[in-house]
């Protein structure tokens, strides 16, 4: 932690697998909002997964290791960010629980889920930021993940920040709250659960007209980026662009959209 108040926070940005894998612009999105916010990034390179797989398949000890070395990894800083409120939902609100019968790690998983925040919650509510310099000209729509709104009560601090961006018109989408049927491993359990949840979360989507769908969770993303892409496919209409919340503000918008070309 930082011993000087004048210093500018330290955040050790908690990047995710999916972020890391898969859509990388989301994580220099993330470094650009958090340094926008007054705070100095570093990104630990021996993070991993945040162990929510294993814990979600009930296998507890492989996800108390991972918690363990996670601990290690971000206790030293003064916040962790998370451009994802399932992975930031793990850390936060699961980790306490994986470890509540080793007392030692117990305090230290406390301690650094108190320091935990999800990307749009702590720019907005811990920083206070309240506009960004972005412009991008569509009508946007945006869903809210579960972790992200359930765990962690994201839902206002996106709004606020997109209602900045020049050039976006925002139209709330039917069902917002309803998930879109990803679930981590739920969508590997029961697929055609999953896909029926999908496909009415696409149809709600749809049925705003909006240009381009936003969220904060890379998995929900690339879920409901792909019934989007098919749907629209079969009917021969343009796709759907599907963006991460950070891009936009971050008005880092020139790498494809999640699912299209490169993607």
């Not at 961006?165 to 697929?191: D, H, I, M, R, S």
């Amino acid at each position: 932690m930082s011993d000087s108040t004048s210093a500018k926070p330290r955040v050790g940005l908690f990047v995710t697998c999916l972020v890391d894998l898969f859509r990388p612009s989301v994580g220099f999105a993330a470094v650009k909002l958090i340094e926008e916010a007054g705070c100095t990034v570093e990104v630990p390179g021996l993070q991993t997964c945040c162990g929510q797989p294993a814990y979600n398949s009930g296998d507890r000890a492989d996800a108390a290791a991972v918690a363990r070395r996670t601990i290690v990894l971000f206790e030293g800083f003064d916040y962790v960010v998370v451009p994802s409120g399932s992975c930031g939902g793990m850390i936060k609100e699961h980790y306490t629980e994986l470890l509540q019968d080793d007392p030692p790690w117990h305090a230290r998983a406390k301690a650094v889920a108190e320091r935990t925040w999800e990307l749009m919650a702590f720019i907005h509510d811990v920083r206070g930021m309240r506009r960004v310099a972005a412009r991008y000209d569509g009508v946007v729509t945006y869903h809210d993940s579960c972790s992200g709104l359930r765990e962690l009560g994201v839902k206002r601090q996106p709004r606020a920040l997109l209602g900045s961006v020049e050039g976006l018109k925002l139209k709330e989408l039917p069902g917002a709250e309803t998930c879109c049927g990803f679930g981590g491993t739920f969508c590997v359990k029961y697929p055609e659960i999953s896909d029926k949840m999908v496909e009415a979360k696409a149809e709600d989507v749809l049925a705003t007209g909006a240009d381009t769908l936003l969220a904060g969770d890379m998995g929900c993303l690339m879920n409901m980026a792909g019934k989007l892409r098919r749907m629209r496919t079969e009917a021969g209409a343009r796709p759907t662009r599907v963006r991460h919340v950070a891009e936009v503000l971050a008005g880092m918008t020139d790498e494809p959209p999640i699912g299209e070309a490169g993607q």
